[in-house]
């Protein structure tokens, strides 16, 4: 464990678009690994009220200042909202083998950069899948469902740093695949 070698543990980037099931994974996953001291589940913030998503949430200016103030580990912009891992994530690093953060695609190299150990989990579904599950949750207009959709399966990050999951059957098949990645990684990582 990273505890005992004084290196930062591994830093999971959970990445995919929108609609790709990236929460219910994270949330399925830890519940079942409640407990692990191997592994630890980032709370994000964003600027939006929480909506039935695990995060925090604060409003633009108060995102801006922690910003300003070093708050984040990674922060980014997307689809009107603002977006950050906290500065604590990267405390727990030396806690913990695992890391697990939902982040932004637009930020992996980035992170690949500043924050070594890194290992990206891409999570993948059909785009008529995606459009689905969209519409099902209800927050984005029409609009917006056309305008996320198109970049669906582009610019997923590619190397060896990288596993893909597709979670394009059951939630439970889903979260048993991205389990069977976490334990993977903690079991290298340890």
């Known amino acids: 464990m ?4 004084g290196r930062p543990g591994l830093l999971v980037l959970v990445v995919g678009p929108s609609g790709a ?3 219910s994974l994270i949330d399925g996953a830890r519940r079942l690994l409640r407990g692990d001291p191997g592994v630890h589940f980032v709370r994000r913030t964003v600027t939006r009220p929480a909506l039935g998503e695990d995060h925090d949430n604060m409003t633009r200016e108060e995102f801006e200042s922690a ?5 984040f580990l990674l922060s980014w912009r997307a689809h009107g909202l603002a977006y950050g891992i906290p500065m604590a994530a990267g405390s727990k690093r030396f806690e913990t083998a695992l890391v ?6 637009s930020v992996v190299d980035e992170a690949r950069r500043r924050l070594q150990p890194v ?10 899948l995606l459009a689905e599950r969209l519409a099902r949750r209800g927050r984005e207009h029409a609009t917006d469902l056309l305008e996320r959709l198109p970049h669906a399966d582009i610019d997923l ?3 060896p740093d990288v596993t893909c999951v597709a979670n394009d059957g059951s939630l439970g ?3 048993c695949a991205f389990l069977r990645v976490l334990r993977s990684l903690r079991d290298q990582a340890t």
Do not use: F, Q, Y
Request: no cysteine; charged share 20%.
């Open 2 to 5: 990273s505890a005992a070698t």
């Open 21 to 23: 099931g990236k929460d």
């Open 67 to 71: 910003e300003r103030a070093g708050g």
């Open 100 to 105: 697990v953060a939902n982040v932004s695609r």
């Open 119 to 128: 290992h990206v989990v891409a999570v993948t579904a059909p785009v008529a």
């Open 157 to 159: 990050p590619s190397g």
């Open 173 to 175: 098949d889903g979260i």
